[in-house]
């Protein structure tokens, strides 16, 4: 009876553990997210090609050092990207530029170059 009381006990502070993880991680993504749409904020913004998971841009952007965040503008899924300098800016573009691209068909996406909504 000790043991299964000791197996519930532990259950129980795993899931508090869990929750509290995933609550801090989801705070920090609003607070990213929010200091990314405010006037002035050094982000660029790529919208995603239709078809491509913009989760994939995002692991690959957090890979490389950048805080990333996904919206959605008038239909059009983008992706907004922490980038504070012109040297940034060219590495963020690189990365994007070379993350494997796969739709959700399975079939491989061409890019080709990117361009930030600044600079169309």
Known sequence: MLVIGMLIVGFLVVGLVVAFALRTW???EARTEKRLHEPGAHAVVYDVPAGQDAAVLL???????????????Q???RVLVDCPTEQDR?????IIEHVHRTGFDGDQMEVGHVSFEDER
Request: net charge negative; hydrophobic share 40%.
């Open 59 to 73: 692991a690959a952007l957090g890979r490389g050092g950048y805080k990333a965040v996904s919206d959605m503008d």
């Open 90 to 94: 060219a590495k963020v573009r690189d």
């Open 26 to 28: 989801t705070l920090d």
């Open 75 to 77: 239909g059009v899924e």
